[in-house]
DNA sequence: CTGTTAGCGCCTTCAT
DNA sequence: ATGAAGGCGCTAACAG
């Protein structure tokens, strides 16, 4: 009884054939009610399970999806996932999950061995470079193979996509400063080469634009995504000439580490300074300062992911870009006029 | 080119047969060095790719291990995911989420899906109650799947388990409190017939009674993981007639609840009030009153858990009890003595 | 309605 | 050193 019983041990305990045990199993029409109860009675005493990975290797179809991200300890990342999961979990489908650590070795290493491992579908957050080898992106569109990026995607034919529109999201923060009475607002940017960090500056520098608010370049910082460096950013800034009053942080860890500065600066927020970050990570709503900041829906994109994935199986699109609509949370940290 | 080559089209291509092509990509010792050259080539050439699946169906090992969480996206479940994905992928594992979303029905569902996908091993932080139907994990067992739990465990007989050492972790916080000369700790508890509770109660218990101070029921306040509670327990708290000057909350979230609570009603932390949490998650340590919490070490739990199943596979341990270090973090929120 | 046959892709005896 | 054959567990033709 420890052992696995397959449907040949019901046949032999039945006295019937394997291919009628699976029939029963999977109420196939043609089988007497009589047969099916015996099956299902039998299977059921035994102990029966079915061995996916037969199933999957007879059927191509493995009935599980792999989900590509840089890592999986951020609220963001888990939080998509999370939505996928749920996504497709009625369906049947399992989730198998791999970290780049934004290398982009680790990526093309981890698409190969989900391709080995025959999902039949790949969500992906990019971590190398758009303008890179794209290879290992290639033969996954070859076998027909799913392919939805989320977040970080890259401009591809037959990929589909689920983003936040960013550069709205951007332009929309940036206006909303200004309205806030700040026309010196830095921007602490990402790696451009990434589509959505373009986006997001090509957003910040249209509102200003729009505004008659003249870029200046020394406000404008490329950072990477941690408290330290966004630290670091406001001592640059804060020797300037002409220094920013407001901040515009593409990370919620960078701006938390401007807030830290420049309050150690004695710099009031909102009063003298605004500060926006991007992403709604869980602290920014529990600081005394609430930090405003930008909803990137996770879960939804999750779901929606896993929706766009379920259309494409079934035949009803084949491509789909979905954009949702970012949330501008405008909390303490730029508040300075109440509407 | 678009459909997958197999051991088969790199025989015909060769004028071999599949056997040969199958020991010379296995590396098996008797081969040719010619052959297994050639094979190796045209395998390269063809862009071959083992399909893991069938693999799995012959050794009856897929590769792959389970994991059941009740969610995903907080913090400790994704870091000790994290880790369990970190150990096991330079042995070549894949890790499957499932979550259960504390629902006792779903972790039933979970476990046998991840048995009919044939997984090597499972790793579970359960979300039913000890005492309840256990016959799913017994399955496990008789499977001789290897099973282990972290964090929140049941004490069974082969079944490994990593936890952090919660009792300690709860005594030396109340003694730290007591330390910080709070002798009115109020204790937020979590379900107290999962293991984990019961231990940091008994934490909470043992340290009051060794330094002599009553247990005083009106302090116990049972609270789910999140703000709202917190705040309402203060404010039973705030009722009584002798209200406590310390809370010692298995929860962070609660912890932060309490903290903005006592703020609203003008008492000081740490002077008048010390509050410590359990869990370090990310806000803690952001908060301007930073928030003494115990750090579990998620991802380096994941990382044991993975060692434990490891070590389990290749039968140097049948079965592990790890028990981690807790780190008390001894932040603002409870520093009233600095020593 | 049920049995027979075959094959998904791989590896591993058993021969040769 | 290589070939032939069988089987992991399942289902989908094809018969009857």
């Keep these: 009884m420890s052992g696995k019983t397959t449907i040949y041990d019901i046949a032999k ?12 199993l999977n ?25 996916k990975l037969a199933l999957a290797l007879r059927s191509g179809k493995s009935n599980n999806v792999g989900v590509i991200v840089p890592r999986i300890n951020t609220n963001f990342f888990a939080s998509v996932i999370r939505g996928i999961e749920e996504g497709l979990h009625p369906e049947g489908y399992q989730v198998i999950i791999c970290q780049t650590h934004e290398d982009e070795d680790r990526e093309v290493e981890n698409v190969n061995t989900l391709l080995n491992a025959q999902v039949d579908g790949i969500f992906m957050s990019i971590s190398n470079l758009p303008k890179e080898n794209n290879h290992y992106i290639e033969r996954v569109i070859q076998k027909n193979i799913p392919l939805i990026f989320f977040d970080r995607k890259k401009e591809m034919k037959n990929v589909s996509s689920v983003t936040i ?59 990477k995504s ?53 992403g709604n990570e869980p602290f920014t709503k529990f600081m005394e300062l609430s930090i405003s900041t930008i909803d990137q829906s996770p879960l939804e994109m999750g779901k929606m992911a896993a929706q766009v994935f379920l259309d494409k199986i079934n035949n009803k699109k084949s491509e789909s870009k979905v954009v949702l609509l970012p949330k501008l949370l405008i909390r303490q940290s730029s508040t300075r006029i109440i509407t």
Aim: with cysteine; glycine share 4%; aromatic share 10%.
């Design 226 to 278: 941690n408290v330290v460096e966004g630290r670091d950013a406001v001592e640059k800034l804060l020797t300037l000439e002409n220094p920013p009053n407001a901040i515009f942080s593409t990370s919620d860890f960078a701006a938390l580490g401007a807030i830290q500065k420049l309050k150690e600066r004695g710099i009031k927020i909102p009063e003298d300074f605004c500060v926006f970050g991007f």
């Design 13 to 24: 305990a039945l006295n019937i054939t394997a291919a009628t045990v699976s029939r029963a």
């Design 165 to 223: 529109d960013d550069y709205l999201a951007s332009y929309q923060t940036t206006q909303h400063l200004i309205e806030q009475g700040c026309e010196k607002i830095a921007y602490f940017s990402g790696d451009r080469s990434l589509e959505i960090y373009e986006d997001r500056y090509r957003g910040y520098e249209q509102a200003l634009l729009d505004n008659n608010i003249p870029i200046n370049e020394d406000y404008i910082i490329s950072i």
């Design 27 to 51: 109420d196939n029409p043609k089988i007497s009610q009589s047969t099916r109860k015996l099956v299902l009675e039998t299977a059921n005493k035994m102990n029966y399970k079915q061995n």
